[in-house]
């Protein structure tokens, strides 16, 4: 990660002339003692199968991260942060290693408050608790590694050692609560007119869905009235429930 970090360092920032920095110098290998930054579970939704990775860094812009969880194996991973905001590469390893950077040299922008980071889907957990093993580097605007901690307690679970067979669409609704508009990531292509809005008594709403880009749909919250709502997710193979918060 560090790595694709440095290369888009270089490639939008590099006007090296007369005494301006190049910053395609390499080896580099600054580690900012001044810049921190923790993550930490959030939540866990052991119905869906999922835990959400927070990030607090108050004082300094994020560009990339990787970490290690423990207790689970991980089946997919979606980012929480606005993709407008922070268009990210997200991934993940066989060995339970997530990482993430923006192709475009965008960062996560210090915030006062928590930010919701990502959330990772598991096929399966593997032990009585689940936890962010390590920390392998957060990155700073200035591709530098900063100092990272962990943050919180581990996740209790119960063994089950079995897969699921039927698991629900990777869906996520950001922000959370929501005023005017929110945004809706499912793992698979699916039609925007199968992304349907209901309240907590079944009525269908007609809200304004759009797709964005990489599996991102906009959603026009304008005229929905203040309350509770399922976003659902339903086309062939394709099922998926989430909550929103309309203020």
């Known amino acids: 990660m560090y790595d694709a970090v440095l290369a888009n360092w270089c490639i939008h920032n590099n006007t090296a002339s007369g005494n301006t920095h190049n910053h395609c110098q390499f080896p580099r290998n600054i580690f900012n003692t001044n810049d921190t930054a923790a993550l930490f579970i959030a939540s866990a939704n052991f119905t869906q199968g999922y835990v959400d990775i927070a990030m607090n860094s108050f004082y300094t812009d994020v560009s990339g991260f990787q970490f290690t969880m423990h207790g689970i194996t991980i089946q997919n991973v979606v980012s ?3 993709p407008t905001d922070f268009p ?3 991934r993940y390893t066989t060995n339970n290693q997530v990482m993430a950077v923006s192709p475009v040299d965008s960062f996560i922008h210090r915030s006062a408050t928590t930010t919701m980071l990502c959330r990772i889907y598991y096929s399966m957990i593997t032990d009585t608790a689940i936890c962010i093993n390590h920390i392998t580097d957060i990155v700073n605007r200035d591709a530098e590694r900063m100092v990272a901690n962990i943050e919180g307690e581990c996740v209790a679970s119960e063994i089950t050692g079995i897969a699921s067979i039927m698991k629900p669409a990777a869906l996520a609704v950001i922000p959370n609560p929501a005023t005017d508009k929110a945004m809706v990531h499912v793992d ?9 809005v209901f309240d907590l008594n079944g009525k269908l ?26 976003i659902r997710v339903e086309e062939k193979d394709v099922r998926g429930v989430a909550r929103l918060i309309k203020l």
């Open 88 to 90: 990210v590469d997200i």
């Open 205 to 230: 709403f007609e809200v304004n869905i759009q797709f964005v880009k990489d599996n991102w749909y906009s959603m026009d919250l304008h005229n929905l009235p203040q309350g509770v709502y399922m």
């Open 188 to 196: 698979e292509n699916v039609s925007a007119k199968h992304i349907n």
């Open 80 to 82: 929480l942060v606005d």
